[in-house]
């Protein structure tokens, strides 16, 4: 009996891994966007349901294949995103922090609402079954091991963006010294479009694997919206590093959790260990105690 | 300066004055839904105006309604009795939260996640202990037969009226209580600079608990009230970052900075949503918050200061003129 419940306990593990990509993934997006414009986007996981509209209805609607379709909902999330960034952020950007964070939190309802008007509130999914993967007696379904290996390149991928290209040292240095850049001739309005964009396009990546393992609706967003906030917080707001293993410890939480209990007690679980660490460590995982 | 004096105490005999007059069901119904939903509003300013923004409140008021409720229905304790201990639990959980919050320093983006935070774990809590709570479907406290003073259950909806009428005002006295205490100009200088005061002598941690603590007492006695007056509560009409949001949201319409702002703030959105909902009938679902949404963010934008906030800053500046 001992050994059947180790295999679950595994599953689990391996599967709070796999989730704890597309979740890392969000958190880069959202500490992205906190790093260089200072901003949090509290209706960050609103555009990720937007993206995974657009997958349902490029691929049950007019037909595309999942990975032509893809492409161009990352497109689409990636344009909201730079929508977003000029028509709401930049008129707040002297404004107090609050009034930009309230802002995005008005765009969150804007966009439930619209979904709700415009694609009712009925649950839909893609109809793509993925199989299912036999690795020791475990259950691994492909959708979360695709997720996680396209999160782990996307991130990836920002990486090297960041590291190899003028416009990502640009960004890199900006979210090192805000005031200086401008002297420096890099032109920060468009640096912050350019970041808008690249947050929007993880969300929209976030979307198109999501929408293989979530059904879609309105309130989508509030399933992985609030745990991502959480995630980039405990990881310290702006730290890449701290997100990414955050995304991951949260993961096992709600992965563990679920195996015990509800999902939602998995959920409960991790927002108290949320907390708790508020306690220990107020400015993020990694962050030195001064 | 006796007509300025006089106008609250004839505002207020016309308002207890009304329902007497004027008892159109509906209504009065739409009157004590704006009034318990302006003390709510008033209770999350409390601590919003000095820059204290809570996205939490939804949990306290998610604390308050089904704390009442749970007690009624399970052990058959009273809601006199029932609202006092939900409000305790509320503002033992604002401590927990806020406590290492002050005292780490977590403000402006960390505060309003942290709290964001709080929000999700009351409405998870609630959604997970479905076999007590009735999960997401809701919740109804047991009816007892008539109008019954010891359940807080009344049929008529002048009594509901007067009651929401009663906690508003008490909710706008605390609203200036705190205006003239010494507390308002240790909490200003907090909000202006945190260091500052804390060198000038303000003990930064102690200050801000107290406004949170009692912004979370007002806040759960709102659900609690509300809870009672409808009969029905659901995880997501009372609490979860909808909530939380919808405080705000109407809290910045009206006015943060004035003490009825968050008042006209409700009424606004309230009357908003009425007509919305009267308007496009069924297919309303979605339209409100739409409507809502582009507007906070509008608001934001051209008019930080709110409707009352922004009248009230035109007409000094046209006296001083």
């Known amino acids: 009996m001992t050994d059947i419940f180790d295999i679950y306990l595994l599953e689990a593990m391996v599967n709070g891994i796999l989730l704890g990509g597309v979740l890392a993934l969000l958190a880069l997006g959202l500490n992205l966007i906190f790093g260089v414009i200072d901003v949090t986007w509290i209706c960050y996981a609103e555009l990720v349901m937007i993206g995974m509209y657009g997958m349902y209805y490029m691929v049950q609607v007019f037909g595309l294949p999942y990975y032509v379709a893809a ?111 401008a002297l420096m001739g890099v ?40 745990i991502t906030f959480l995630i980039v917080v405990l990881g310290g707001l702006g730290n890449f590093v701290g997100g990414f293993v955050a995304a991951f410890v949260f993961a096992e939480i709600i992965s563990l959790g679920g195996l015990f209990s509800d999902l939602e007690w998995g959920y409960v679980l991790a927002f108290a260990f949320f907390i708790v660490m508020m306690f220990i460590r107020p400015a993020g995982l990694l962050a030195r105690r001064s | 300066m006796t007509a300025k004096q006089s106008l609250p105490w004839i505002a207020g005999a016309a308002l207890i004055a009304l329902p007497f007059v004027y008892r159109e069901p509906y209504h009065l119904h739409i009157l004590i839904l704006i009034l318990i939903w302006s003390f709510a509003y008033t209770s999350w300013s409390m601590m919003g105006r000095f820059g204290l923004v809570s996205l939490g409140h939804g949990g306290f008021m998610g604390v308050g309604a089904y704390v009442t409720a749970l007690l009624w229905n399970h052990l058959g304790v009273s809601p006199w009795i029932g609202i006092p201990i939900a409000m305790v639990a509320a503002a033992i959980l604002a401590m927990i939260v806020a406590y290492p919050c002050f005292r ?48 807080l259950q009344f049929d008529d909806k002048v009594t509901w009226y007067l009651i929401a009428l009663g906690v508003w005002a008490v909710g706008l006295a605390i609203w200036k209580w705190v205006d003239r205490s010494m507390d ?52 997501d009409t009372v609490s979860g970052i909808a909530v939380s949001l919808q405080m705000v949201f109407a809290v910045i319409v009206g006015g943060l900075y004035v003490s009825l702002g968050p008042t006209v703030g409700a009424v606004i959105t309230i009357l908003l949503a009425e007509i919305l909902r009267i308007g496009f009938g069924t297919k309303a679902v979605g339209w409100d918050n739409l409507v809502y949404g582009v507007l906070l963010v509008l608001f934001i934008i051209f008019l930080p200061k709110g409707i009352l906030g922004s009248i009230i800053d035109r007409v000094k500046t046209l006296r001083k003129a």
């Open chain 1, 71 to 181: 492409p161009f909902a990352i497109l689409l999330v990636a344009g909201l995103g730079a929508l977003l960034h000029l028509l709401v952020i930049a008129p707040l950007l002297t404004a107090p922090p609050i009034n930009q964070l309230l802002a995005t939190g008005g765009v969150l309802f804007v966009l439930q609402s619209f979904a709700t008007v415009a694609f009712g509130i009925d649950f839909r999914n893609l109809g793509i079954r993925m199989p299912v993967l036999k690795l020791f007696e475990m259950h691994l379904s492909y959708s979360r091991l695709l997720a996680f290996a396209a999160a782990l390149i996307g991130m990836l991928l920002v990486y090297f963006f960041m590291k190899r290209t003028y416009i990502g040292t640009a960004i890199r240095a900006i979210s090192q010294d805000r005031q200086i850049m």
């Open chain 1, 187 to 226: 032109d920060t309005r468009r640096i912050y479009l350019i970041t808008s964009a690249l947050g929007g396009a993880l969300a929209g990546l976030a979307a198109c694997l999501l929408v293989l393992q979530y059904d879609i609706h309105p309130f989508v967003g509030l399933s992985f919206g609030p």
């Open chain 2, 104 to 151: 780490f320093r977590i403000t402006g983006h960390y505060f309003v996640l942290v709290t964001l935070a709080l929000s999700g774990i009351v409405l998870q809590v609630i959604t997970a202990t479905r076999d007590y709570t009735g999960g997401s479907l809701g919740y109804t406290p047991d009816r007892t037969k008539g109008s019954q003073i010891w359940a």
């Open chain 2, 184 to 235: 308002r100009y240790a909490l200003e200088a907090i909000s202006e600079d945190e260091d500052a005061a804390a060198a000038a002598g303000v003990n930064v941690t102690w200050e801000k608990l107290k406004i949170t603590v009692i912004s979370a007492l007002m806040t759960a006695l709102a659900g609690a009230l509300y809870c009672q007056y409808q009969m029905f509560i659901s995880p």
